[in-house]
């Protein structure tokens, strides 16, 4: 029996959202004839996605609120050759994955030729901008929560929701003697990961302070040993040169090595984002840190309602791991946490086990199921 044909859109250009849809449209796959149109990461790429040859997903990836400001002319460029892209194909269902905003643009037009909407990974609605909600309701006909309060967030509002929950409450480290010996590593070293963001300004903003916090570890502990996933090549590029003159002991390989890295890891220093709930998920301790420049921080500390920034905090609504941001984000302050945290590891055991159940939802072959019925 032939599978019913289905047209999709898709926009997954975050590292970690492209992850999130490629598993998804995987799922969808065994279900239906899909044809795939848009932009998205590598994973989605390899699922025989159809994308204009001068769209580059890396575009995509600018942050906070002054970043896309100054882009703005490629990515409205961008908003039109998809949108163009879209509407010649008929698509029947428009998946967006992470960027609420930029996607919404596409959930309004495409509301108007009929097109089913999907937007995986909740706007952060529960945190700031909850005015985000009417237009939510009005243009998106599914929205799939990674977390259960996300969900119970929407249920409360009579809005569609469903709780697909994240990949990570499956993950599990990696054997340590399968690490060190694919990558060649020294078992009595203490091996720390540091994971500066998956964006080019993070990087920027973040590296050279983590570098400089690992000097002075290092100056303490001449058995630290640095690991570093950079999320792709380009910004394993941009990182390199930050490393060669920091005396530092250090291996620095592409994002596929993430997940060995942190299970190896006691303690990890952090960008905020996904990268902390995957240290989480591993066993790995974070030390969340976030900076951006005064003007970005200067409006978002004003709008965000929650007390906490980091996803491993807000799944346990307890500020149990360190946040340090904007001017507490120093090379001292790392050191600091890094210590405690180091010497009192045993303690964080019983709430790691409850970050990975509170990540435990329906799954993606469930929500592929609802695709097809919107």
């Known amino acids: 029996m032939s599978k019913k044909q289905l ?25 239906y004839d899909v044809e795939l149109y848009g932009l998205g990461g590598p994973e989605v790429a390899k699922l025989g996605i159809s994308t204009p040859h001068d769209m580059n997903y890396q575009d995509l990836q600018v942050m906070g609120l002054i970043d896309p400001l100054l882009n703005l002319p490629k990515l409205l460029n961008l908003r039109k050759n998809l949108l163009k892209l879209f509407v010649q194909h008929s698509i029947d269902i428009f998946i967006g994955v992470d ?3 930029f996607n919404m643009f596409f959930y309004k037009k495409l509301k108007k030729i009929n097109a089913k909407t999907i937007q995986v990974v909740s706007p952060s ?10 237009a939510i309701e009005s243009y998106i006909d599914l929205t799939m929560c990674l977390f259960q ?10 809005i569609n929701s469903f709780f697909l929950g994240h990949p990570f409450s499956s993950l599990q480290p990696s054997p340590l003697p399968q690490v060190l010996n694919q990558y060649h590593l020294d078992a009595s070293k203490d091996y720390i990961s540091i994971m500066p963001g998956s964006r080019k300004s993070e990087v920027l903003q973040m590296m050279p302070i983590f570098v400089d916090a690992a000097q002075k570890i290092h100056q303490e502990n001449s058995n630290a040993y640095f690991l570093i996933p950079a999320a792709n090549n380009e ?16 291996r620095l390989l592409s994002s596929s090595a993430a997940r060995d890295f942190l299970s190896i890891s006691k303690v990890s220093i952090v960008t905020s984002g996904t990268a902390s709930l995957e240290a989480a998920a591993l ?3 974070p030390i969340i ?3 951006t420049n005064i003007l970005n921080y200067a409006i978002l500390s004003r709008m965000i309602k929650t007390p906490f920034i980091g996803l491993p905090n807000l799944l346990l609504q307890k500020h149990l791991f360190p946040e340090l941001v904007q001017d507490k984000l120093t090379a001292d302050s790392i050191c600091v946490h890094y210590y405690k945290m180091s010497s009192d590891s045993l303690e964080y055991e019983p709430h790691l086990k409850s970050i990975k159940l509170a990540m435990k939802g329906k799954g993606f072959a469930e929500a592929a199921s609802l695709v097809g019925s919107l």
């Open 7 to 31: 047209k999709i859109g898709i926009i997954a250009a975050e590292h970690s959202g492209d992850r999130l849809g490629a598993n998804l449209i995987s799922e969808i796959q065994d279900i």
């Open 99 to 101: 960027s609420p905003d």
């Open 125 to 134: 609605v529960w945190g700031w901008r909850e005015g985000r909600v009417r």
């Open 149 to 158: 309060f996300e969900h119970d967030y929407y249920s409360a509002k009579k």
């Open 235 to 250: 910004l394993a590029k941009l990182i390199q040169p930050m490393l060669e003159l920091s005396g530092l002991n250090y």
């Open 283 to 285: 066993g790995s301790l």
């Open 289 to 291: 840190c976030y900076k």
